[in-house]
């Protein structure tokens, strides 16, 4: 009888052990619900500049009740998308105008769908890891960029 209980606490053991490898290579996407990602702007055309992106997701960022913000600029929108600091997500609806003010405000040629939603941020920064693979193309990173900017309207 105690050779049994001995055996499954050491086979217990064995797997608490293996589970925790090191070497265990874990992803951003895997990392975001707990931890600020700061995922980099992503372009889906691959003829357009990052500056424009890049002047967007450091407008956002300047925002105080934000901590981890994507940008995805599409053909045509451009999805903004971020995290709430814990003490603030009462005013999450309050935050959500004054980021589309200052953007509409700031860029009024361009088309934004913002949101602060949890998916939506988690499938943005796939999205990005999707696009580090040169077998990902730029129509496959447009389509699912539409596909996203769908799932947003649907949250709404």
Do not use: W
């Amino acid at each position: 009888m105690i050779t049994i209980q001995r055996f499954i606490l050491f086979a217990c053991f064995l797997c608490l052990l293996s589970a925790c490898h090191p070497n265990q290579p874990v992803k951003d996407s895997q990392l975001t619900l707990m931890k600020t990602t700061n995922p980099n702007a992503i372009i889906t055309d691959k003829n357009k500049n990052h500056s424009r992106v890049k002047e967007i997701e450091k407008d956002v960022n300047s925002f105080p009740e934000l901590y981890d913000v994507a940008v995805i600029k599409g053909k045509k929108d451009i999805l903004v998308v971020y995290k709430v600091k814990h003490l603030h997500r009462f005013g999450m609806k309050k935050i959500e105008k004054k980021v589309n003010k200052m953007l509409e405000k700031k860029y009024p040629k361009e088309n934004f769908t913002v949101s602060s939603d949890y998916k939506i941020f988690l499938e943005a920064v796939r999205l990005e890891e999707k696009m580090k693979s040169p077998k990902f193309s730029h129509q496959q990173a447009e389509k699912r960029f539409k596909e996203i900017v769908k799932m947003t309207e649907n949250i709404k």
